[in-house]
């Protein structure tokens, strides 16, 4: 080794690897478990440092120069970490996973190999109505006797698919012609690795209230058992400026101020303008764009004036 080269070592964590390949279960058959990794918050910075040309020099300034990539949305340095997890997941939630296409994916096949001998089932309590407002969306929940009903409905269910399924394989015919009747609650497992900005990215999306509760399951034991303990710091600004943060549209703003001002005619019509209220000072209907920005103010602590 010449004197000007310096010697480099694997970035380790050690909360996380006391973790490694351990499962995280979810809704009873689902899993969750970190397989691999690569980097950490050093590893961040160290891809900053090449940038700025300097270092850093202490925890603190570290914590400070990640968290100023976070609040800036400089990337690049995040992608320098990658996670590689093991999961078994529904396959309906899979789809809303797979979506994600900034990772790398290997999932297991049915057409190779006998479907999972598992399957997503829901309580009686929790059957969710379809939202009034929001088409991809729930809201409430269906009253339990109901709700007793449906998932007797979806065992019987369950048990003739699986006997189909089996009365096929029984007759020797082809694993990838006998999976098709499957239903979307059997679970399948794959290895998924991403890099942290692009895992951010899906958490941002996936913690969301406003995100499917089974997915939401998954995404928030990613985020807080793992992404916690691998990378603190990257997870602390993420949380601070992505997850927990708002989002204020110029529209906002123009409306935001104008009720600050406290001027009725004022708010009254830029909320006209903005097709949120009819002539006559009632509400639109359907207007998405102010009940999001009504639920923004209720964050904030402030009425809506119109309500």
């Known amino acids: 080794m010449s004197s000007d080269e310096e010697k480099v070592s694997r970035a380790s964590v050690k ?29 961040i910075v160290q891809a900053a440092r090449v940038s700025y040309g300097k270092g850093t020099k202490t925890v603190r300034e570290d914590a400070g120069l990640i968290r100023y990539l976070m609040r800036n949305r400089h990337t690049s340095p995040f992608e320098m970490c990658e996670l590689k997890l093991h999961v078994r997941v529904p ?26 001998d598992a399957t997503a089932d829901t309580a ?6 379809q939202a009034a407002t929001n088409r991809q969306g729930s809201g409430g929940s269906l009253a339990e006797e109901v709700g007793v009903f449906l998932s007797k409905r979806e065992s019987e269910l369950h048990a003739l698919s699986k006997s189909v399924y089996t009365e096929r394989l029984d ?3 082809a694993r990838e012609q006998a999976r098709k009747d499957l239903p979307l609650s059997t679970y399948t497992e794959a290895y998924w690795k991403v890099d942290l900005h692009n895992l951010f990215n899906f958490l941002e999306l996936r913690m969301s209230s406003h995100a499917q509760k089974e997915i939401s399951e998954y995404a928030t034991i990613i985020g807080n ?6 990378c603190p710091v990257a997870w602390k600004a993420f949380t601070d400026y992505r997850l927990h943060s708002m989002q204020l549209s110029a529209q ?15 708010w009254n019509s830029v909320a006209r303008t903005l097709g949120w209220l009819n002539d006559d000072g009632s509400k639109s209907k359907n207007s998405r764009e102010r009940q999001e920005f009504e639920e923004k103010l ?4 402030i009425v809506a004036p119109w309500k």
Not at 124 to 129: C, D, G, P, V
């Open 91 to 116: 396959m309906d939630t899979w789809r809303q996973w797979i979506r994600h296409r900034t990772a790398s994916v290997n999932e297991y096949s049915t057409r190779y190999s006998i479907a999972i």
């Open 124 to 129: 009686a309590h929790e059957w969710r109505l």
């Open 298 to 301: 209720m964050r904030l602590g």
């Open 15 to 43: 909360a996380l690897d006391e973790i490694l390949g351990t499962r995280f279960v979810i809704q009873k058959e689902g899993f969750v478990r970190v397989i691999d990794y690569l980097g950490s918050d050093q590893s």
């Open 252 to 266: 906002d703003l123009d409306i935001l101020r104008a009720i600050q001002s406290g001027d009725r005619a004022e």
């Open 225 to 230: 058992e793992v992404v916690a303990r691998w």
């Open 171 to 173: 007759a020797d015919v």
